[in-house]
Nanobody
Framework: QLQASGGGFVQTGDSLRLSCAASGLRLGDYAVGWFRQAPGKEREEVSCISDNGVTNNADSVKGRFTISRDNAENTVHLQMRSLKPEDTAVYYC?????????????????WGQGTQVTVSS
């Protein structure tokens, strides 16, 4: 089970840190990704970290978002800085064997419930 948390209502330029906590599985053994879905839009990948620590970020968030692991807490964080109104979405975390698997339309792996991020202008 994955539990995403940390969303909220913020102003443009603010920061938020999302957390993805796991129970029943060790996140360190998996690739973990953050995805987001805005109203009326497709779900998109935001950031992913492989089981060996390689990270990948969407162009839209490069330089602003950082994904990291805390294996002691069995948690993956998404630090979001310089937030923009277009970052408004429901953010989901997911875990699978690789970041590639998480991108499949069938959405294999483990998926948590979303956490809402709203950025006001």
């Amino acid at each position: 089970q994955l539990q995403a948390s940390g969303g909220g209502f913020v102003q443009t330029g603010d920061s938020l840190r999302l957390s993805c906590a796991a129970s029943g599985l060790r996140l360190g053994d998996y690739a973990v990704g953050w995805f987001r879905q805005a109203p009326g839009k497709e779900r998109e990948e935001v950031s992913c970290i492989s089981d060996n620590g390689v990270t990948n970020n969407a162009d839209s968030v490069k330089g602003r978002f950082t994904i990291s692991r805390d294996n002691a807490e069995n948690t993956v964080h998404l630090q979001m800085r310089s937030l923009k109104p277009e970052d408004t979405a429901v953010y989901y975390c997911a875990a699978a064997a690789s970041c590639w698997y998480l991108r499949l339309p069938s959405r294999p792996g483990y998926w948590g419930q979303g956490t809402q991020v709203t950025v006001s202008s």
